[in-house]
């Protein structure tokens, strides 16, 4: 436990989580930290890529709660790093419904059922309560009306889906305020990471040269006890710490990608199976021109099909991006399944007979099509956690609570901001806190129990001379399959 060599704390993965407690750690002087990444790059779900000439976000894409009393840490975050953001409207979206002959939806009866399925889905919130909180479900009232048609299931979709895919009241709107910004800059979102990063690893132009940041690094299994923690990672090294932070998704820790020797108690395990992990998929497609509307009130707009949710929800770019030719369509869940396990080609075919239904059929074919795969990624295995509504704080706190060595963190431990980029930089922050917490009490416990037993010890020093041979490595080859041995330091 001693060992001068192994690291004071090993932090699982390098998204905004990660980064934040490793930062905090860093900066109250806990420098000898090892972050180990599973993919090439830091920054997790909050990812760029370069499609159609610009810059995408396959992740993360807004900074919602905005302009309210507090101020959201990740808007100061963006605001000092002068990172390129546009707001977002959505409240016109429900105006701009096309049917499948083109036809835009009158704005009363748009209007109409807009209202409907809100107080229905209010109703449905408060019916779901009261069945929790009531034992006899007798004289509770029957369930709001069941949307049935186009109009009422795309609606029903772009509530359910996205507006209020929370326990009203969100808290991140009570907190940080309604509004909310896309970024579109060149950099990515990810810009905020590296921004962070800079504080405390080694950088250079542009890029991470620490070598306390391990990226390719796939995490396989972790074997804990009083002591510390030994990590095992797929490519068959072996790190050892004192303690560990696990920042992997929600969807990871279903997934069993990681080990636990021993297992992870019960009531752990049940608070993570119970936890439900949404997919949110971004499909990008270029065209060689524009063919849609814009102007004010345009850039969102909606496709009314009879399937819930088939290619519902349209973003032009030309706000974030003008000239750039690209839109952007959201699919979620069983849809977000589908179009993962079938070719990018036959997602294009099935998007362009949706807009040749909305626009008609002369319009130009799609040049380019990206579509995100989150749940098929094994480092993420889904977008964002999503507390069913009978969850209660017993659940969050199991979620989230320590296990021996092991502190979790990630956005699905941040019990008011779940699923936000802001959720996971302030869960990183409170691990990070906790466990500088837990450092501190350790080191009072041992310097207690040295000046009970030093006057014991000095009498039988001599007999005890021992070679520390498992407690004093750093990194060790490891062979995976098969028994954990632990070869020459290398
Ligand atoms: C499509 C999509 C859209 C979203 N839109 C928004 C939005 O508009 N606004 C918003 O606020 N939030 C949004 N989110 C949610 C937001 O991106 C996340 O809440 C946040 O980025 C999570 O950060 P994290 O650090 O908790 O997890 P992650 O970013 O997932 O970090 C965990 C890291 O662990 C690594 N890892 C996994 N397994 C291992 C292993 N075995 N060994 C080593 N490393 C491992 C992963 O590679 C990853 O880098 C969106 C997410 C998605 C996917």
Same mark, same amino acid.
């Given at each position: 436990m001693?060992?001068?060599?192994r690291c004071s704390v090993i932090i699982i993965?390098?998204?905004?989580?990660?980064?934040?407690?490793?930062?905090?750690?860093?900066?109250? $002087?806990?420098?000898?930290?090892l972050?180990?990444?599973?993919?090439?790059?830091?920054?997790?779900?909050?990812?760029?890529?370069?499609?159609?000439?610009?810059?995408?976000?396959?992740?993360?894409?807004?900074?919602?709660?905005? $302009?309210?009393?507090?101020?959201?840490?990740?808007?100061?975050?963006?605001?000092?790093?002068?990172?390129?953001?546009?707001? !977002?409207?959505?409240?016109?979206?429900?105006?701009?419904?096309?049917?499948?002959?083109?036809?835009?939806?009158?704005?009363?009866?748009?209007?109409?059922?807009?209202?409907?399925?809100?107080?229905?889905? +209010?109703?449905?919130? *408060?019916?779901?309560?009261?069945?929790?909180?009531?034992?006899?479900?007798?004289?509770?009232?029957?369930?709001?009306?069941?949307?049935?048609?186009?109009?009422?299931?795309?609606?029903?979709?772009?509530? %359910?889906?996205?507006?209020?895919?929370?326990?009203?009241?969100?808290?991140?709107?009570?907190?940080?305020?309604?509004?909310?910004?896309?970024?579109?800059?060149?950099?990515?979102?990810?810009?905020?990471?590296?921004?962070?990063?800079?504080?405390?690893?080694?950088?250079?132009?542009?890029?991470?040269?620490?070598?306390?940041?391990?990226?390719?690094?796939?995490v *396989?299994e972790l074997q804990h006890s009083r002591d510390g923690v030994t990590v095992i990672?797929?490519?068959?090294?072996v790190y050892e710490a004192n303690y560990v932070i696990l920042?992997?998704?929600?969807?990871?820790?279903?997934?069993?990608?990681?080990?636990f020797n021993?297992?992870?108690? #019960?009531? @752990?395990?049940?608070?993570?199976?119970?936890?439900?992990? /949404?997919?949110?998929?971004?499909?990008?497609?270029?065209?060689?021109? @524009?063919?849609?509307?814009?102007?004010?009130?345009?850039?969102?707009?909606?496709?009314?099909?009879? #399937?819930?949710?088939?290619?519902?929800?349209?973003?032009?770019?030309?706000?974030?991006?003008? $000239?750039?030719?690209?839109?952007?369509?959201?699919?979620?869940?069983?849809?977000?399944?589908?179009?993962?396990?079938?070719?990018?080609?036959?997602? /294009?075919?099935?998007? +362009?007979?949706?807009?040749?239904? /909305?626009?008609?059929?002369?319009?130009?074919?799609?040049?380019?099509?990206?579509?995100? *795969?989150?749940?098929?990624?094994?480092?993420? *295995?889904? !977008?964002?956690?999503?507390?069913?509504?009978?969850?209660?704080?017993?659940?969050?706190?199991?979620?989230?609570?320590p296990v021996g060595r092991i502190f979790?963190?990630?956005?699905?431990?941040?019990?008011?901001?779940?699923?936000?980029? %802001?959720?996971?930089?302030?869960?990183?922050?409170?691990?990070?806190?906790?466990?500088?917490?837990? /450092?501190?009490?350790?080191?009072?416990?041992?310097?207690?129990? @040295?000046?009970?037993?030093?006057?014991?010890?000095?009498?039988?020093?001599?007999?005890?001379?021992?070679?520390?041979?498992?407690?004093?490595?750093?990194?060790?080859? %490891?062979?995976?399959?098969?028994?954990? @041995?632990?070869?020459?330091?290398?």
């Amino acid at each position: 436990m001693e060992s001068s060599n192994r690291c004071s704390v090993i932090i699982i993965g390098a998204g905004i989580s990660g980064i934040s407690a490793a930062k905090v750690l860093a900066k109250n $002087g806990v420098e000898d930290i090892l972050i180990l990444e599973a993919s090439d790059s830091i920054g997790g779900r909050i990812k760029k890529q370069n499609f159609g000439n610009v810059t995408v976000e396959l992740g993360a894409g807004w900074i919602a709660g905005v $302009g309210g009393k507090q101020s959201n840490p990740v808007w100061e975050l963006a605001v000092q790093s002068g990172l390129r953001t546009c707001f !977002s409207d959505y409240s016109d979206a429900r105006y701009n419904i096309y049917d499948r002959s083109g036809e835009i939806f009158p704005s009363g009866l748009a209007g109409d059922t807009y209202t409907k399925a809100v107080e229905s889905a +209010m109703q449905k919130l *408060r019916t779901d309560r009261d069945i929790l909180l009531s034992a006899d479900v007798s004289d509770i009232p029957e369930l709001s009306t069941i949307p049935e048609t186009p109009i009422e299931l795309a609606i029903d979709f772009i509530l %359910h889906d996205f507006e209020m895919a929370e326990v009203e009241p969100i808290s991140t709107y009570v907190d940080f305020g309604e509004r909310e910004f896309l970024v579109a800059d060149e950099r990515g979102y990810e810009y905020l990471l590296y921004k962070m990063a800079e504080e405390f690893l080694f950088t250079s132009e542009g890029k991470i040269l620490d070598n306390r940041l391990k990226l390719n690094t796939v995490v *396989r299994e972790l074997q804990h006890s009083r002591d510390g923690v030994t990590v095992i990672t797929e490519d068959g090294y072996v790190y050892e710490a004192n303690y560990v932070i696990l920042s992997v998704s929600i969807g990871v820790l279903q997934s069993h990608l990681i080990s636990f020797n021993p297992n992870l108690p #019960r009531w @752990k395990m049940e608070a993570i199976e119970k936890c439900d992990v /949404m997919v949110y998929t971004k499909i990008f497609l270029k065209f060689p021109k @524009k063919f849609w509307p814009c102007g004010p009130g345009k850039e969102f707009f909606i496709y009314a099909h009879e #399937r819930r949710g088939y290619y519902t929800f349209w973003q032009h770019m030309e706000n974030a991006y003008p $000239g750039s030719n690209i839109l952007v369509v959201t699919l979620t869940n069983g849809e977000s399944k589908r179009v993962e396990s079938q070719s990018d080609h036959e997602t /294009m075919r099935e998007a +362009m007979e949706v807009l040749k239904n /909305m626009f008609g059929p002369d319009i130009p074919e799609a040049s380019d099509i990206l579509v995100p *795969r989150w749940w098929n990624n094994r480092f993420q *295995r889904g !977008s964002y956690s999503n507390y069913p509504i009978y969850a209660d704080s017993t659940m969050f706190e199991n979620i989230k609570a320590p296990v021996g060595r092991i502190f979790f963190t990630g956005e699905h431990t941040s019990e008011r901001f779940s699923g936000y980029v %802001h959720g996971g930089y302030l869960a990183g922050i409170e691990t990070g806190e906790g466990l500088l917490e837990e /450092m501190k009490s350790e080191k009072d416990r041992e310097t207690n129990s @040295k000046s009970i037993l030093e006057p014991l010890l000095a009498l039988t020093l001599s007999q005890t001379e021992a070679v520390g041979g498992l407690q004093t490595c750093d990194i060790h080859r %490891h062979l995976f399959h098969g028994n954990t @041995k632990r070869e020459a330091i290398l």
